[in-house]
């Protein structure tokens, strides 16, 4: 994977740079998606790494007053 897969996310600063560095590396995904069932269309992230990808995205929903989601809309523009 392009994206640095930190050990873990305990700040919305950490979860925004996280998500924005995923987008930008063209591996976003939404964030409520298990990483394992995902159809990759680049680099097809290690079992491992899949694993870190939902360790890491179950940190960031467990932030109070941070909605990812809400997030990744305003940062796309949908």
Not at 14 to 42: S, Y
Not at 56 to 73: K, S, T
Request: charged share 30%; hydrophobic share 40%; aromatic share 8%.
């Amino acid at each position: 994977m392009k994206t640095q897969l930190p050990a873990e996310i305990k700040t919305i600063e950490a979860a925004q740079f996280f998500l924005t560095e995923l987008l930008e590396n063209e591996e976003l995904f939404h964030p409520e998606h298990d990483a394992h069932d995902i159809v990759w269309t680049g680099e097809i992230p290690s079992s491992s790494e899949r694993d870190q990808l939902n360790k890491l995205m179950d940190d960031i929903y467990q932030l109070e007053d941070f909605d990812p989601c809400g997030f990744l809309i305003k940062l796309t523009d949908i």
